[in-house]
C-alpha cells in the first residue's frame, strides 16, 4: 500500500460517505467493527476517524459513537489545502487538466514580493486548464521556487504536482494562507476559460509554506464567477 492505513482507511470511508452509503446522522460503525472490517487495530481506526472529523464528514460524540455529517455542502472546501486531483475524484463530472506552459523563469518584481524571491532565483511558471464536464472553468498559475523543486515535467503537470512534490521529493507541506477576491476578467482569461459573457472572474491567491514556515509556492487559482461556489467546514477548537 502507498499510503499510510489509516490514511487509505480514511479515503474509504469518506468514498462511502459521499457515495451515500451513509446518509447524514447515520451513525458509523463502532471503532471495533471497523478494525474487524479493515483487518487493522483500533488505533488506527481511530486515527482515521479524526482525520474524518478534521475534515468536517462526521461528529464524534461521547458514548454515541461518529455521526455522519450533511456533506454535501462542504464538497468543496476552499479553505482546505487539497490538490486539483483529490478533489476531481469526489466528483462524478468527467474532469481534465490541460497544461498551456511550462517553463522556468526569472521572478519579476511581482513575483518576487509574492514568494520572497530575489534576482538569483529561477522559478517554475505552470499554467493550467481545469476542465470540467466539458467547460474550462479554472485557470491554475503555479509558481514554485527552483531551489525547492528541482524538476517539473508536463506530465506530472497534468496529474498531480503534490502527489509528486509528496511522494518523489518528500516537502513537508505544511499550510497555506489564501485570498480571495472577484477581479476583471483578463486577456489571458478570456483566451483559456468559457466564460459565456462574464468579464469578472473569482481569483484564490494562495501562498503555500514547509512546515518550516518556507514559502516555496505561489498560487493563482482563477474560476468562472457562475461555477464557483465557496464552502467551508469550520470546527471550534
Known amino acids: 500500500m502507498h499510503e499510510n492505513k489509516y490514511l487509505a482507511i480514511y479515503h474509504d470511508l469518506a468514498s462511502r460517505i459521499r457515495d451515500g452509503e451513509w ?14 472490517r479493515y483487518k487493522t487495530s483500533r488505533e488506527t481506526i481511530r486515527k482515521a476517524l479524526n482525520l474524518l472529523s478534521e475534515h468536517g464528514y462526521i461528529q464524534k460524540m461521547k458514548g454515541k459513537g461518529s455521526i455522519v455529517l450533511d456533506v454535501g455542502r462542504y464538497a468543496f472546501p476552499v479553505s482546505g489545502l487539497v490538490s486539483f486531483k483529490e478533489l476531481a475524484q469526489t466528483m462524478k463530472q468527467p474532469v481534465r487538466t ?3 506552459e511550462l517553463e522556468l523563469i526569472k521572478p ?24 470540467i464536464d466539458g467547460e474550462r472553468i479554472i485557470l491554475d498559475k503555479d509558481f514554485f521556487l527552483k ?9 506530472i503537470c497534468e ?9 518523489k521529493l518528500h516537502l513537508p507541506i505544511s499550510f497555506a ?3 480571495m477576491s472577484v477581479d476583471e476578467a483578463t486577456e489571458e482569461d478570456r483566451r483559456y476559460l468559457d ?8 481569483v484564490v491567491r494562495n501562498y503555500v509554506y514547509l512546515n518550516d514556515a518556507t514559502l516555496f509556492q505561489y498560487t493563482e487559482s482563477r474560476h468562472r464567477l457562475d461555477k464557483f461556489r465557496f464552502v467551508d467546514f ?4
Open 108 to 131: 519579476d518584481a511581482e513575483l518576487k514580493q509574492q514568494l520572497r524571491a530575489t534576482s538569483k532565483d529561477d522559478v517554475w511558471k505552470v499554467v493550467r486548464v481545469r476542465e
Open 195 to 202: 466564460l459565456n459573457g462574464d468579464d469578472r472572474v473569482v
Open 159 to 167: 496529474d498531480s504536482i503534490y502527489e509528486y512534490l509528496e511522494t
Open 98 to 100: 490541460i497544461v498551456h
Open 177 to 179: 494562507k489564501k485570498e
Open 147 to 155: 531551489k525547492n523543486v528541482p524538476l517539473l515535467t508536463k506530465e
Open 23 to 36: 446518509k447524514a446522522y447515520d451513525k458509523l460503525p463502532s471503532e471495533n467493527e471497523l478494525a474487524v
Open 234 to 237: 469550520a470546527r471550534r477548537k
